[in-house]
Each structure stands twice: as C-alpha cells, then as structure tokens.
C-alpha cells in the first residue's frame, strides 16, 4: 500500500513569509508525528496527533509553528513569518492502532525548507 | 540536553564484516527503543525495535542488543552489505504512555566498502 506521502517535497520561501506543508498518513493509522531535521541535528519532535485527543505540542519551537490534523487525517503544518533558522527538512511520520503500534512510526519523504 | 546519544558520526566497515553502531541514553523512564535508517533525500525507516524487558531482538542479519544497567544499545549487522550504507538514527520512546513521540540521537554515517 500507499506509504505517508508529503507535499511539497521542496520549498524555498523569502524570510517573513509563511508556508504551509502537508502529509498524507497511511490509511489507517491513528497517530501522526511532524518531526525536523536541520542541517548536522538529529531528528527533533515538534507535535503528535492520536485520534481525537488534544495534540501534543510540548516540540513547537515557537507559537509562529502550528499544526491541524482535520477529519482524523491529513495535516497541515503552518509556520508564519519564516525565520532562516527555520531552515530543515521537516518530516511526517504515521503509526498504526494498539499499543505496540504506536511505538513504530513510518516516515515519509520530509519537505525541505529554505528561507532566504 | 541530548538524551539519546550516538557518540559516532561515522562508521566504516568491509563488505562481509560486522557492523556495531552503539547509542547511549540518559532517561531511565524510555521503555522502547528503535533504530531506523535513512537514505539520502528520503525518510527514515524503521529497522529494529526493542523493549525494556528484553536485552536482545533479532532480525536477519540485524540484531539490537540493550543493556539498561549502562543505559546502552548496539545494533549490530552482520554479514554487512554495500546497500546497508545509510545513516543510522536510534531513538527512544516511553514516558509512562502518555505521549508515543520519539527521541532521536544525531545519528551515524555506516559506509560499507566492496
């Protein structure tokens, strides 16, 4: 099947403008995860959706950083007024129902954002 | 403050040999561990997990080893092969069930050479 898909795999944005990405989970799958990754880091927690109980939002950097997960599936993560140290891949991971399941994440390709 | 640590950026090993990537952790509350792998321009993917109450797991040629006396874990792969040649992440999960998000350390560069 589909893995988790995420638009637009590039994005290259003026600082003080906001940008918009988007992922695609697995079907199925209850939780969902939007991590990032710059440049020499490891990969940094930013919020966690499961099911619909209120959102984890303990890794938002900052309130420019916000994210909707709507009808229990896609989401949507806003940042306003890029900064260039907002600069990274961001990636979207997903993960099945149980307990068990939830403890393994499926990634997809991450978006790559520049801010000039 | 790092809580799940991978002291090595890079790894290289020969076509056939043994690879062990090691990762250290500060939180004595993670209670899953996992190690993904990652391609250049892709996501990571999951590789191998572990629980707290087991010290080993195999699968195939990848075996993940955890000591929590020492707050350590290894993955080993053997025999290694040049398409294992990736970036390793280990990551941690587990504090208490509230929240499944994980920590991941900076990861390690394996290249395996023909």
């Known amino acids: 099947g589909a893995g988790v898909s995420q638009s637009p795999s590039n994005k290259v944005t003026e600082k003080g403008k906001d940008v918009e990405l988007r992922c695609d989970p697995i079907?199925?799958?209850?939780?969902l995860y939007w991590y990032r990754q710059s440049l020499g880091q490891g990969l940094e927690f930013l919020i966690y959706?499961?099911?619909?109980?209120?959102?984890?939002k303990s890794g938002l950097p900052s309130d420019r950083f916000s994210a909707e997960r709507t009808g229990g599936s896609v989401s949507t993560l806003t940042i306003q007024r890029t900064q260039q140290e907002d600069s990274a891949v961001y990636l979207c991971a997903s993960s099945p129902p149980g307990v068990r399941g939830l403890k393994t994440q499926y990634f997809g390709p991450g978006t790559r954002l520049l801010v000039l | 403050d790092q809580q799940v640590k991978q002291n090595s950026p890079s790894l290289s090993v020969q076509e056939g040999r043994i690879s062990i990537l090691n990762c250290d952790y500060t939180n004595s509350m993670f209670d899953y561990f996992l190690w993904y792998k990652k391609y250049p321009a892709e996501g990571p993917t999951f590789l191998i997990s572990?629980?707290?109450?087991?010290d080993k797991n195999e699968d195939g040629r990848f075996t993940v080893f955890l000591n929590k006396s020492a707050k350590h874990l290894s993955l080993h792969i053997v025999p290694s092969q040049p398409g294992d040649s990736a970036v390793y992440f280990c990551a941690a999960s587990g504090y208490g069930g509230a929240t499944n998000k994980l920590i991941f350390g900076t990861g390690t560069l394996l290249a395996v050479q023909p």
């Open positions: 079907s199925g799958h209850t939780a």
């Open positions: 959706f499961q099911g619909n109980s209120a959102p984890d």
């Open positions: 572990i629980s707290s109450i087991k």
